[in-house]
């Protein structure tokens, strides 16, 4: 099938016709939708207002005492053991403010201090145990007489009679006690641990742990 193009008209130029055609519609601009307006003044305006926050709030900041080195339960706590930290106050945290830090100085760690970690009343005293109705006992085991998990301090203990004894040991009812600290094996394999039965009962495991007859069972959730 043949084709055919129509040939401008006389007198009239390609470059003439393409000037007289008419021109391309231009294509709509779509206008930025309201919400997305509204959306974005919305982002500018919590960001100001969290820059205002942190720069009012920045001020609050207290000095507080922090651990600058570890301090182990029942050792005393020394000035170089301690280091100025900055928090934000907190009314579920209340440490010692660094100008009280003298308070503690000289005072006993009721757990392990740890660099990092910030000091408040209730991890130190003036005294650990024994107390008032209370004795420290120190018990001589060997391997056999403990737990193969390693023993810590203010782990609840049941010392209860060993066949270390001897044959024809007088029997004795288990007493319930805290160890305060575990000492290092000696050389015959013997380990010194020490701890804090009720006053009633400290004479008799004394007794007991002089001659081997002492055995430690270490409590289910200690």
Known sequence: MLTTTKAPEAGVSSADAQLLAPPSPRPLRRRPSKMLILIGLLLAALCAAGAVFVYQNKDLLV???????????????????????????????????????????????????????????????????????????????????????PLEPRQAVLLVPSSQAGVGAEPWEPVRGTVTRVGERDQSGIRVVDVVVPERSGPQVATKASTGGVAIVLLLGS
């Open 63 to 149: 000095s507080v005492v922090g651990v600058a080195n570890t301090v182990r339960y029942g050792q005393t706590i020394t000035e170089n053991a301690l280091r100025e930290v900055q928090v934000r106050p907190d009314p579920g945290l209340l440490p010692v403010r660094w100008d009280q830090r003298s308070r503690l100085v000289g005072k006993r760690a009721t757990t392990d201090l740890l660099p990092g970690a910030v000091i408040t009343e209730q991890v130190v005293k003036d005294a650990l145990p024994p107390g008032p109705g209370q004795q420290l006992v120190g018990v001589a085991v060997k391997s056999s007489q403990l737990p193969a998990t």
